[in-house]
């Protein structure tokens, strides 16, 4: 089988997949000829045509045919199935990318031929809006072109970040499960500012913008979290009371026990606990 360089699998197509491809295309790294999708129906199949102008299939063994990197993003529950369907297609010529969460590069090779290179990523859910970052590692046969390859394409999510593969458990506590931390902490803001008097709509909309740009400060000016809460915190103001009553609370230690429980469950996941 003739590998074409430029061409894209995606297998699964669904809301980060979609993302994906999304972001491959606007940023002219590929053009819709050269991305082929795959999905479970057929009424997404005809979505996907239409919506990204890409080939696409029902078939996950006809759309690795020939693509230099495969993209797996499918729910780890499909895992099984989609790699037994292509388990004698893919070649050690092609990169695997699985962004399945809580899959080992180890139980994706075991299943396919000797020597494909697997690269592992773990994007969050703000990819789907490409200001996502992703924790990436290689597995046993994914050399540098082949973690670069998979880089590339990830970087049209947003950022990426190499670790070692025991710390992608780390990576999905951290940053694949934060979204739903920032999502909680702001949850609560909003209501005390409800419970102030403000509408909802009104403190939805302090809330909010004051996350994103207290997260531009701390990524654009390169500033260190204590520097920015030292910077608002006057003596004897507002904030220096707020922060007091979060420390008493044990807010700090809560999130510390949280992330942790967080990296435990990976941990079971990956291991094939239920």
């Not at 292509?86 to 010529?93: F, G, H």
């Not at 592992?120 to 973690?147: F, K, Q």
């Not at 204590?226 to 609370?249: C, D, F, N, W």
Request: aromatic fraction near 2%; charged fraction near 20%.
């Amino acid at each position: 089988m003739t590998v074409n360089e430029r061409r894209v699998a995606v297998l699964g197509a669904g809301t980060i997949g979609e993302a994906l491809i999304a972001g491959l295309l606007s940023g002219g790294w590929r053009e819709p000829g050269e991305i082929v999708a795959t999905g479970r129906r057929d009424e997404r199949i005809a979505e996907l045509r239409e919506k990204l102008g890409v080939e696409a299939t029902l078939s996950n063994a006809d759309a690795v045919a020939g693509a230099a990197l495969v993209v797996i993003a499918v729910k780890p529950q499909d895992f099984d199935d989609l790699l037994g369907e292509i388990a004698t297609v893919v070649t050690a010529e092609q990169t695997v990318l699985s962004i399945a969460a809580a899959i080992p590069t180890t139980a994706i090779e075991e299943r396919l031929v000797e020597g494909v290179p697997v690269v592992r990523a773990m994007p969050n859910a703000p990819a789907t809006v490409h200001e996502g970052i992703a924790g990436m590692c290689a597995g046993a046969n994914a050399d540098e072109p082949h973690l670069a390859v998979a880089e590339e394409a990830l970087l049209h999510l947003g950022a990426v970040v190499r670790v070692p593969e025991p710390y992608m458990d780390a990576v999905t506590a951290v940053s694949g499960s934060g979204p739903a931390y920032f999502a909680l902490l702001s949850e609560a803001m909003i209501e005390a500012g409800i419970l102030l008097g403000l509408g909802r709509d009104v403190s939805t909309q302090l809330v909010v913008q004051t996350m994103l740009g207290t997260a531009k400060l701390l990524r654009d000016e390169h500033m260190h979290p204590v520097e920015l809460r030292e910077r608002v915190t006057s003596p004897g103001g507002t904030t220096i009371r707020a922060v007091r009553e979060l420390e008493q609370a044990g807010v700090r230690a809560a999130f510390l026990n949280a992330i942790q429980a967080a990296m435990d469950r990976s941990r079971e996941l990956a291991a094939g606990a239920p």
